[in-house]
């Protein structure tokens, strides 16, 4: 009886995933694999059994996610602001110079 075993790259290509998550998924058991020497190998009928495993998304109803109205949004946003901005955001004032600073602290 031959039995072909599916490489990374060729269960990769068939799930349409990278490597680098088959290799995650393989770390940390969520994937049927044989380990062979330090190789990872994958049975085609383990990983069918698998990808069965999952519920199928046609069975299932799309969850609705409810929209929120825009003023909604806006209320956000204004809380936002007048927790962040005073009323002295936006002026210019000079800035000080380190001079002055050294005359104010009696430095001279």
């Given at each position: ?10 269960l ?53 996610v ?19 901005y005073?009323?002295?955001?936006g002026e210019?004032?000079?800035t ?13």
């Open positions: 009886m031959y039995l072909h075993m599916l490489t990374v790259k060729e990769s290509a068939w799930l349409n995933i990278k490597q680098s998550t088959l290799y995650l998924w393989v770390s940390k058991n969520k994937i049927p694999c044989r380990r062979i020497h330090g190789l990872v190998r994958f049975e085609p009928e383990a990983i069918q059994v698998w990808l069965n495993s999952f519920s199928s998304t046609s069975n299932m109803r799309p969850h609705r409810s929209r929120r109205k825009a003023g909604d949004v806006d209320h956000l946003i204004e809380a936002a602001k007048r927790a962040v005073t009323s002295r955001h210019t004032r000079p000080a110079s380190p001079l002055g600073k050294e005359n104010n602290d009696g430095a001279r």
